[in-house]
């Protein structure tokens, strides 16, 4: 700890050459990008000694995966001519956001309880940067467990039809909604007084993608289920994938997703800052 204090405690300012005019001081937005960055290696440096989470997080979708397609895939009818793999892939990709963005909350609960934010403030680190550490951190992991589950999707029979620009479209709309996932848990761990509330309050978040069109056409559910399934923001997200990745028309669902994503990570960015003042002062 000594070491990172020391890390982020600006380099001693040299004096001005006799007759120089000072330049301009750095404002605080100026700061908050390089602060941000260095929170962020904080984050995934803790993330990687804490190796039990981290294979939790990145193993547990690629068992979903397996689960779901050797276990339920041979029963499950999706009154597509698409392999079961194929259709599943979209839903198992929002569930490892669930499951990463999860840690971020815990991440930010444990901080405020050992009191590391204080020290940071102490040090002039903004609110600001110290979050969007914790978030970023969240996005690479996501993204690594992304890789992980489409790499064995693709061993096991994932075949897309997408052209570049879907896949783009695709990595995009993703991004999109780990990053509001991810700002979406950092104010639950701001909002939580524990580590084990953190993690108890992001279960409602990583349960969505079940009643959703992840694993099962949401016209085979329940009329009620249904209703909350088709106008629950996963299911949006995960049409939107399934047609970018299978070469079809997708509509206006794409931007029916992104608007979701906007709504999410703008309403949970102003949560988290009012949380972060309340809590953090």
């Known amino acids: 700890m000594r070491d990172l204090m020391r890390d982020l405690m600006p380099d ?28 962020t290696g904080r984050s995934l440096r803790l993330s990687r000694r804490n190796v039990d989470a981290l294979i939790t997080a990145l193993a547990l979708p690629v068992l979903l995966l397996l689960i779901f397609v ?11 001519d698409t392999r079961y793999v194929t259709y599943v892939v979209p839903g198992v990709l ?3 956001a669930g499951f990463g963005s999860a840690g971020t909350a815990v991440a930010v609960t444990e901080d405020l309880k050992a009191g590391i934010i204080d020290r940071f403030r102490s040090l ?30 693709f061993a096991i029979g ?5 052209t570049p620009a879907a896949w783009l479209a695709a990595i995009a709309l993703l991004v999109a909604f780990i990053l509001a996932l991810s700002w979406l848990s950092a104010a639950v761990g701001l909002l939580a007084k524990s580590p084990e509330a953190a993690n108890g309050y992001t279960f409602f978040v990583t349960f969505l993608p079940y009643p959703s069109s992840a694993f099962v056409p949401t016209d085979t559910m329940p009329t ?27 509509g206006s669902t794409p931007w029916v997703a992104l608007a979701w994503c ?20």
Not at 262 to 281: D, E, K, S, T
């Open 94 to 96: 929002l569930l490892c």
């Open 158 to 162: 994932f075949r897309p039809a997408a």
């Open 12 to 39: 001693p300012t040299p004096d001005p050459t006799p007759g120089a005019i000072p330049g301009p001081m750095p404002g605080p937005m100026a700061a908050a990008v390089p602060n941000a960055l260095i929170m």
């Open 70 to 80: 050797y276990f339920f895939g041979g029963a499950i009818n999706t009154g597509t």
């Open 124 to 153: 002039d680190v903004g609110g600001t940067a110290i979050l969007a550490g914790h978030v970023l951190a969240s996005v690479a992991r996501n993204l690594l467990a992304t890789a992980l589950v489409l790499a064995l999707a």
């Open 224 to 250: 009620w289920l249904a209703t909350f399934s088709d106008h629950q923001p996963v299911t949006p997200v995960i049409e939107s994938l399934r047609t970018l990745l299978l070469g079809q028309p997708a």
């Open 262 to 281: 906007g709504g999410i990570l703008v309403g949970a960015v102003v949560m988290a800052g009012a949380l972060f003042r309340r809590r953090v002062g």
